[in-house]
């Protein structure tokens, strides 16, 4: 029986796709349930999984764009799967040498040299094992050479991939090849889609961006005092984006207007905070939505985050968990940045910037001292957000954050409840 691989919907209104990848090659037997190829829409990447075990034919190559329900392959369920004999290291079948050493690391395991071209024209590596090789130019002699086995896996390629690194740093310059070679690549669909999207939301709305400054002191004294016990207690470390996810549904309580969007000659405000948190994934830049973040606590929070990132850069988020936010929060931070002006998530109005923490010289008291400091930036529609609101909602931000005690009582100051002032 013969099976029809086709393209599926990856959600409503998308009608059309990239095939950014096959993961296994043409004539492989594969199993049930096995994920074979990989396509792109505008707004994210979906695995393709076999229907019924067999043998697959490929049709179309990676990189052609494709209607949804086109077919792209077909599987072979009366093939008989081919059961290959592994090489195992010293066994008969392999020819020993003696009184040779191989100069690698002891944490690597070793192959003797001789049996590397013996073994090399049984060895097999599957595509996306492939693909990481190629990525990280490791070649099939070198594999061969550190593994036992001849049935090369994706764990196995990063596991080397990892030690490899440890063991040679090579210098910039030996990785500059000097020559005048050009290469070109096909655009992904979701890369040419936020192309279009960024430069509609530039040409579409009155994007300004406002800058503040905050002390991250005791946000860090908190994080050092509690981050045993809260790891004990919750399983996750306690980082930065929970403190500014909660400080920014604080803010967004007093300052409704960051908070609502523009639905034709209507403001549309959200009595509740939906908030994304730009991750760099694979193929981009994917913004998963945390829902109703203002009614979660910091240990939830940080689960929640963990796990959106995780299965973003693995490609497994659904389209759903990346729709409906109303505020966006982007940390350009974990790659150095000091200060940069963020782009709007259309339709929402505002996005909050975070960048790297240095300590710098702030006057305290008339007095030079040494904090440190985050630059933070907002950027905002200014159709529907005027200057008040895009700067108090800032310097909220950065109340809540140099007074973490008031994210406990929903932004009051704990000392006013307590002599209820």
Known sequence: MVIEIKVPSPGESITQVQLASWLVNDGDYIEKNHEIAEIDS???????TAEESGQINILVQAGETLQVGSRIGTINTKAVKEIKKEI???????KETKGKTSEVSSSLPVRDKSDITASAKDMHISPLARKIMSENAISEKEILGRYGSVRISRSDVLKFAEQKDKISHPSRASLWKGNRDIERKKMSTLRLKLAERLVAIKNETAMLTTFNEVNMGPVM???KQYKDIFVEKF???????SFFTKAVTEALNDFPEVNATIDGDEIVYHKYADIGIAVSAPKGLVVPVIRNAEMMSMAEIEIKIKDLAERARNNSITLEEMTGGTFTITNGGVFGSMLSTPIINPPQSGILGMHNIIDRSVVISGKV???PVMYVALSYDHRIIDGRESV???VKVKEMLENPAKMLFGGNDPVRILLTL
Do not use: C
Not at 42 to 48: E, G, M, N, Y
Not at 88 to 94: F, K, R, T
């Open 392 to 394: 108090g909602f800032l």
């Open 235 to 241: 399983g996750i470390s306690l980082g930065l984006m």
């Open 369 to 371: 001292e040494i904090r």
């Open 88 to 94: 195992v290291p010293g066994a008969s079948s392999l």
């Open 42 to 48: 505008d707004k994210a990447t979906i695995s393709i």
């Open 221 to 223: 004294d908190i994080r």
